[in-house]
């Protein structure tokens, strides 16, 4: 009998030779052997397209623009386990994290939150409500992560001066079948499993199926959670020119209701790391539903046709004490800010694009153009203005009930309906020289209407951004480019819930130059950049009269950024970057009291001008894999005036794993190996939100 045709799948990279052998009469599997240009663990990949740098396909060597990425195996290896985690190991970012932007908040280039620092799935912004964004969080769906830093809204729209990051789901794959799963144990009852399978169906149908799941009691009461993640994927390929992937992504969180520690006398009390300063009844809840429909048709040789239909649906509900001050008169910790608040937030859209390979006077030329449209219903419920009071001892709590002065009901019901039209072109002037521009025209209609009093108010903003850029291929190994380029960014909060309509965008510029090259001696890679942004239009008041909030004001960054990755010796890789910035106010004034202070020449809130990350693994026997790695954040300003800073802090992380077998390996991870007591953010010298402390989990990895 003649055996039937069998596949088998290894790792999917950037060159894949397929080898068919046939003996006689009988039809030997297909082997599909990999081999890979990129440095192990290497967040640069220059010569693997990236998806989000461009909507041309061109590499980052190609992109004039620092580009940065991290794969599903990175991931694995260093045990990420959250996206933002994995983000803010790329040069430049850090974490921003707290209850009121979702826990996923982040800077870059020394612009924080969602409204500098947009987030997106394959390619789709998701839409920021009160400057809270909840989805994604798991990073057990995702093939690659990858982040373009400096404005990016040419691309992706308003809110994206800082930098602009791209969550890649894993696709239905039609040509083999891959079935993993991974369960771990951790530290303070943490437990996370989850499995998740893709391959063919048939001639014509594929899917991809991940699921996962994860609890923790946490460090502190308020630091448990519970989290559900689901990614669902149908391929339908009738012929080899047309492709429709269905997609349904979602997360269930309760999420830690952990508001911070109050400091005692303006210091940590390390006693009080392990201590819930919430009430017993809080809640933080997030429910997120993504559906997405994606039609890709090559109708010629030279021309694509992409079309992509979604809708968003986020439900998140808060019920919290916000406010913790230590009164050293009585030994007390003072609680406030009583606050509930609901979102229930729906954004439909469409964006379609068509590129075109071509030629213009005989130059090699790839050109894309579409549209955007969308809509957003944004429903804001609170109990404002957020009264309640108690107190408690810091050092035997007594955490109390949930009581609010004022019921909590519907404040706000906004609609934002925007329109784009983009288009992006890339000209080969030579073998050497492409020339890269961007054009991106929006236009945005905002309605607001206060539920209490029924006034609506109503703005049209009509944005103009743009990019242009130079890459020159020195030789094989080196490559320098230049860019130019525009964004805009909402004012404080976001466009779904503004603090005045009659205020407009802010507006941002950047200029940088950079190099990539190649270390062919050590197979390794490298980048550098410099680069200046300067964010204008910004909230200040007139100085005339403090009263009044005009839109004076500018903020600026000027900065540089390092990233190598090597693998020196075969076995041992390594993975690192640096990140030096000099952000100040350049023309900013705040009412302190009844008095106008210029905070002129200060350093943002928040911004840390040093930063580093590194990691190096060790395979040291056939079977053994060791890794250990390093993040740097240098001190940030807690406050405009400068008087009080967040530390400086240094994280350890290490890593042993063993190979059982092919496709089962189990690893032991430590992070924040030392324990350091750290702030991620916080309000200046009352109240600290702490980094998660040491964490051992020991994990186990199937492949099937």
């Known amino acids: 009998m003649k055996p039937q045709l069998s596949a088998i799948c290894i790792a999917t990279s950037t060159l894949t030779l397929s080898l068919q052998v046939f003996a006689q009469s009988n039809e030997l599997p297909t082997v599909h052997i990999t081999e890979s240009r990129q440095a192990p ?16 396909g061109l590499t980052p060597r190609e992109t004039p623009a620092s580009v940065s990425s991290i794969t599903s195996a990175d991931l694995e290896e260093r045990n990420i386990t959250r996206v933002q985690d994995a983000v803010k190991r790329m040069p430049g970012f850090t974490d921003t994290a707290s209850a009121g932007n979702g826990g996923t908040g982040l800077q870059a280039r020394g612009f924080v939150g969602h409204n500098s620092v947009a987030q997106m799935i394959d390619g789709t912004r998701l839409v920021v409500g009160a400057g809270t964004l909840t989805f994604p969080f798991s990073s057990w769906p995702y093939e690659s992560i990858e982040a373009l830093r400096g404005p990016a809204s040419v691309l992706y729209g308003d809110g994206n001066i800082g930098a602009a990051v791209n969550y890649i789901t894993k696709q239905p794959l039609r040509d083999c079948r891959e079935n993993e799963a991974f369960v771990a144990l951790g530290a303070y009852g943490t437990t996370l499993a989850g499995v998740g399978s893709r ?5 014509v149908l594929a899917y991809s199926a991940y699921l996962s799941g994860e609890k923790s009691n946490g460090i502190r009461t308020d630091s448990a959670y519970k989290r559900q993640n689901y990614a669902l994927a149908l391929l339908i390929q009738p012929s080899a020119a047309l492709k429709v992937t269905l997609s349904a992504d979602g997360a269930h969180n309760d999420d830690a209701t952990y508001q911070g520690t109050p400091l005692i006398n303006g210091q940590l009390d390390t006693r009080l790391r ?7 009844d809080a809640m933080v809840k997030y429910n997120d539903q993504w559906l997405r429909a994606k039609v890709e048709y090559q109708a010629t040789d030279s021309l694509k046709l992409r079309n992509e239909t979604y809708r968003l649906s986020s439900q998140r509900h808060w019920r919290n004490t916000e406010s913790m001050v230590y009164v050293p008169a009585t030994g007390q910790v003072t609680r406030g800010d009583y606050l509930e608040i609901l979102h229930n937030l729906t954004q439909t859209g469409n964006r379609f694009d068509a590129t075109l390979d071509g030629t213009v006077a005989g130059l090699k030329n790839r050109f894309v153009a579409g549209f955007d449209v969308s809509r957003v219903d944004f429903l804001h419920t609170n109990n404002s203005p957020y009264g309640g009071t108690s107190s408690v001892n810091p050092y035997n709590v007594v955490p109390g009930l949930f009581t609010s002065p004022v019921a909590t009901t519907p404040r706000r019901q906004a609609y934002l309906n925007s329109s784009a039209v983009f288009a992006e072109n890339a000209l080969d002037l030579t073998p050497q020289w492409k020339l890269v521009a961007g054009l991106r025209t929006d236009r945005m209609t905002l309605e607001s209407t206060d539920v209490l009093t029924n006034l609506t ?5 009509t944005p103009l951004t743009g990019r242009l850029g130079a890459v020159w291929r020195a030789s094989n190994e080196l490559s320098l480019y230049g860019q130019y380029a525009t964004g805009t960014d909402p004012l404080s909060g976001s466009l779904t819930l503004p603090g005045n309509l009659t205020q407009s965008l802010t507006k941002g510029r950047q200029l940088e130059f950079g190099a990539k090259g190649a ?18 239009d910004i909230l200040s008041r007139d100085a005339l009269n403090p009263n009044v909030t005009q839109q004076i004001g500018q903020q600026s960054s000027t900065g540089m950024e390092l990233a190598v990755a090597m693998e020196p010796v075969r076995g041992w890789s390594m993975d690192a970057n640096v990140a030096t910035l000099r952000a100040r106010y350049d023309n900013f004034s705040e009412l302190v009291g009844t008095t106008l ?16 990350n590194l990691w190096t693994s060790y395979r040291f026997a056939p079977q053994w894999q060791t890794g250990f790695g390093v993040q740097y954040v240098g001190s940030r300003a807690a406050n405009t005036a400068n008087t009080l800073d967040f530390p400086a802090y240094t994280t350890l992380d290490a890593m042993l794993r063993y190979e059982v077998s092919r496709n089962v390996n189990v690893a032991l991870s430590v992070s924040n190996l030392t324990d350091r007591n750290y702030a991620l953010s916080g309000t200046g010298n009352t109240r600290w939100l702490l980094g998660a402390p040491r964490m051992a989990q020991l994990t186990a990895r199937f492949k099937f």
């Open 597 to 612: 202070v210029s905070r002129s020449g200060n350093k943002p809130t928040n911004v840390p001008e040093l930063t580093a």
């Open 519 to 536: 270390l062919p001696t050590v197979r390794g890679e490298w980048t550098a950049s410099v680069y200046r942004i300067e964010k204008r």
């Open 199 to 203: 391959g063919p169906i048939n001639e």
């Open 41 to 56: 663990n290497s967040s640069l990949g220059l010569d693997v397209p990236a998806a989000t740098g461009s909507r041309l």
């Open 274 to 280: 392990g201590t819930s300063f919430n009430v017993a």
């Open 457 to 461: 108010t109503s703005k049209t903003y």
